[in-house]
């Protein structure tokens, strides 16, 4: 019996150090964290959800992805624009154009731009938007990505009283929006 229990237990060993070769460090890594990866409508892109965040398909009907943490009132949808679509368009542009759409939208709206960033290597452009919808106060992160093809716009919004807790779990989200 104790044979086939050390037997056992080397195959375990095996299988999982198999695991980690097939799938990489990272993937096992998030398996035990509870992280999981979404994956757009069409399969070109991808984020990775932390523990409790879901799937949601009712933020918005443009979005390509779409996820929530509802109990901590944390929000991502993730809209992706080819640049075959636009003449002489840059990430500045692009920026001004979707930010726009969003201030319109809001009372009491204020801006402010973040330092720039890289998400997996592409230039993104990153800006903090305040304002009142229906009466509730919302901060967002609006990020512009700016990849080979396309652009792609990555909102990311909660509460203002909860923004300064949650502003480096959305960052997190954000962070780990690639192409596939």
């Known amino acids: 019996m104790r044979k086939g229990l050390k037997l056992l237990f080397v195959a375990?060993?095996?299988?999982?150090?198999?695991?980690?070769?097939?799938?990489?460090?990272?993937?096992?890594?998030?398996?035990f964290s509870g992280e999981t990866s979404l994956k757009s409508i069409?399969?070109?892109?991808?984020?990775?959800?932390?523990?409790?965040?879901?799937?949601?398909?009712?933020?918005?009907?443009?979005?390509?992805?779409?996820?929530?943490?509802?109990?901590?009132?944390?929000?991502?949808?993730?809209?992706?624009?080819?640049?075959?679509?636009?003449?002489?368009?840059?990430?500045?542009?692009?920026?001004?154009?979707?930010?726009?759409?969003?201030?319109?939208?809001?009372?009491?709206?204020?801006?402010?731009?973040?330092?720039?960033?890289?998400i997996n290597g592409n230039p993104a452009i990153q800006y903090e938007i305040s304002g009142v919808i229906g009466n509730v106060k919302i901060t967002y992160i609006h990020t512009t990505v700016e990849t080979k093809e396309n652009?792609?716009?990555?909102?990311?919004?909660?509460?203002k009283s909860r923004y300064k807790k949650n502003k480096p779990e959305l960052q997190k989200v954000i962070q780990s929006f690639k192409e596939i």
């Open 12 to 31: 375990l060993i095996i299988l999982f150090a198999a695991v980690i070769v097939i799938s990489g460090e990272q993937a096992v890594a998030g398996i």
């Open 42 to 118: 069409n399969n070109d892109s991808q984020i990775t959800l932390p523990k409790g965040w879901k799937e949601h398909k009712d933020l918005n009907d443009a979005a390509d992805l779409q996820a929530a943490y509802l109990r901590k009132e944390l929000y991502i949808i993730v809209l992706s624009e080819s640049k075959e679509d636009f003449e002489k368009m840059t990430i500045e542009k692009h920026s001004d154009l979707t930010r726009g759409g969003i201030v319109e939208s809001l009372t009491s709206s204020e801006e402010k731009r973040l330092p720039d960033v890289k």
């Open 151 to 159: 652009y792609h716009q990555i909102l990311a919004w909660t509460l």
